[in-house]
């Protein structure tokens, strides 16, 4: 059973580049979650969904898209990264209303 | 809304010291309060959860936090610390208002252990 699995692990990018990042959950949860974690900032919300075909946004929504076509996969785009954009980012699944949040490893995001 | 308060950036202690990390929350609605804790170069992963019943909770690794509704906090305690407790702790709160199930994290807390 592998929980949450991010891919890729690590990436660099130029500004202005495109990139998406992969989460994937074996655990047939409803919600998923991106959250971009910076030193001193704690883990800020992106974007969520709450079952598959639905997304919406959360607290620094500016600069990524999402989709939610598969109910174990939820994709995080960057269409023009910018160096404001470093970060380590972590996807996270819950079952329905348990309120308990299971994370992937992270990646983590280097933007020159 | 609701927001979460880690007044301590860090918390250097001796091992076997006891150790408190403070959380204080706000919300206008009833709250799920948790801890997490990451280890270097990991993803977070559940320490304890209050959801509802007894205000003392148990969870992993002999931590303990106690709800308290009049104070509005969730501080963390262990009473005796050991050197692979040395990791970020980060409080959280949710509540399931406009669905999601959505998380506001704390700034986190760094606990360093000593020899």
């Known amino acids: 059973n592998a929980g949450v699995t991010q891919t890729p692990k690590f990436r660099v990018l130029k500004t202005g580049q495109s990139m998406t990042l992969l989460c994937a959950q074996d655990m047939n949860h409803e919600y998923m979650y991106w959250y971009r974690q910076d030193p001193g900032m704690g883990l800020r919300l992106i974007h969520y969904s709450v079952g598959e075909g639905t997304t919406a946004k959360g607290e620094v929504p500016d600069g990524y898209n999402v989709s939610r076509l598969k109910k174990q996969n939820f994709l995080l785009g960057l269409e023009s990264a910018a160096p404001s954009q470093t970060s380590v980012y972590f996807c996270?699944?819950?079952?329905?209303?348990?309120?308990?949040?299971?994370f992937g490893a992270g990646t983590r995001l280097s933007v020159l | 809304a609701q927001s979460v308060t880690q007044l301590d950036s860090q918390v250097p202690v001796f091992e076997e010291a006891p150790v408190e990390l403070r959380c204080n929350y706000s919300s206008s609605v009833s709250v799920y309060l948790f801890w997490y804790v990451q280890y270097p170069n990991q993803g977070l992963q559940l320490l304890l959860k209050y959801l509802s019943g007894s205000t003392l909770v148990k969870g992993i690794n002999g931590f303990e936090a106690e709800f308290n509704k009049s104070q509005t906090s969730f501080h963390l305690r262990k009473p005796s610390v050991h050197i692979s407790d040395t990791a970020e702790y980060f409080c959280a709160v949710s509540s399931t208002a406009g669905g999601g199930n959505k998380l506001t994290f704390g700034t986190g807390t760094q606990l360093k252990v000593e020899l």
């Open positions: 996270a699944s819950s079952f329905g209303t348990s309120n308990i949040q299971y």
